[in-house]
């Protein structure tokens, strides 16, 4: 009875989303920014398991590249930087639990009902001519037979992931992935020029000002 | 329509759980690094949905790959996001010596 109740599917569901869900529960409650940071780690690898299963291994990899290897260890740097200076731990109080309690549990109650009422499969969108996919001279060659190879419900290919993402970004997604390039420019020229030290010129009019016998405290205080 | 059938709708619930844990990061805690960290858990939320979609609720031949390509990008922004906030909050320290948010406040009437 268990076992026709519990399938593997559900089980494998729900263990990942009980790791997810609660290191985000550590991640909103701890106290020390630090904890809260490290436990962001577990619920990304909880999504991670998640893209796994539901057939997305690219998106399964840059979860744990750029989430777990990048973003976490970019906000560690970040807070470690900022207790260097603040000289003990940085400690997150919280305010107004009330109206974040209120204003959550309001939304999930909202989405859970819409959830609740809707027909999802009833939904699903008709298959899409071969024909309107990629023409076959723009796809490379060995690829067209593994493409169209896929029948109606063969979601297992995950080997074959990466290539489509691949080709799907470099062919119909060519716009998105531009602007996303600029963005990434951008945004590395941002970061870059916000968080660099002041230059010499920047300071110079401040030590002019400064009496001649001060100038190794201001000196001592730039580095 | 079984719940212990896994199908999008379990993705669904997840993700609008973890939007709200976000949510509620996002308005409760002070200190900016804090909410930083509640902004992350959103957008993963709004990732799971993507990639759900795709695989339940898409077309049923697997060649079109909208939900992963645009929660690639998504990723990406987040990447960016982070890059500038933290690099803002560093500045905001070295200029108010305080990383809460609500002591930023030069711009208040």
């Known amino acids: 009875m268990l076992q026709q109740l519990l399938s593997p ?137 593994r493409f169209f190879g ?4 063969s979601h297992t290919q995950g080997e074959a992931n990466t290539q489509r993402t691949g080709l799907y970004f470099l062919t119909y997604h060519l716009l998105p992935f531009e602007l996303t390039s600029v963005v990434l420019l951008v945004a590395m020229v941002g970061a870059i020029l916000l968080a660099r030290k002041r230059s010499a010129e920047e300071e110079a009019p401040e030590a002019d000002e400064e009496p001649v016998p001060d100038q190794t405290a201001a000196g001592g205080e730039g580095t | 329509m079984s719940w212990l059938q896994v199908d999008a709708r379990h993705f669904t619930l997840l993700a609008a759980l973890l939007f709200c844990l976000g949510l509620y990061a996002v308005i409760v805690r002070r200190n900016s690094v804090a909410i930083l960290l509640g902004i992350e858990l959103m957008l993963n939320a709004a990732n799971i949905n993507l990639v759900a979609f795709q695989r339940y609720l898409g077309p049923s ?32 320290y070295r200029v108010l010596r305080t990383t809460t948010a609500d002591e930023v406040s030069l711009l208040k009437w």
């Open chain 1, 9 to 145: 599917q559900l089980v494998v569901f729900a263990v990942l989303a009980l790791v997810t869900l609660g290191s985000a529960v550590l991640v909103v409650t701890l106290r020390r920014v630090t904890h809260a940071a490290l436990a962001l780690l577990p619920c990304f690898i909880g999504i991670a398991g998640l893209y796994g299963y539901l057939n997305a291994g690219f998106m399964l990899a840059m979860q744990i590249i750029i989430y777990a290897g990048g973003i976490l260890v970019l906000v560690l740097f970040a807070i470690f930087l900022l207790e260097r200076r603040i000289e003990g731990p940085m400690v997150a109080a919280s305010h107004h639990v009330p109206a974040g309690v209120a204003a959550a549990g309001l939304l999930a109650v909202i989405l859970v009902l819409l959830l609740h009422g809707e027909p999802w499969q009833a939904r699903r969108l008709p298959a899409p001519e071969p024909e309107l996919g990629l023409a076959a001279g723009a796809a490379p060659p060995g690829f067209e037979y």
């Open chain 2, 61 to 92: 031949v697997n060649l079109v790959m909208d939900g992963q390509i645009f929660a690639l990008v998504v990723i990406t922004l987040a990447a960016c996001e982070a890059a500038v906030g933290l690099a803002i909050i560093l500045n905001v």
């Open chain 1, 150 to 153: 896929y029948g109606p419900d």
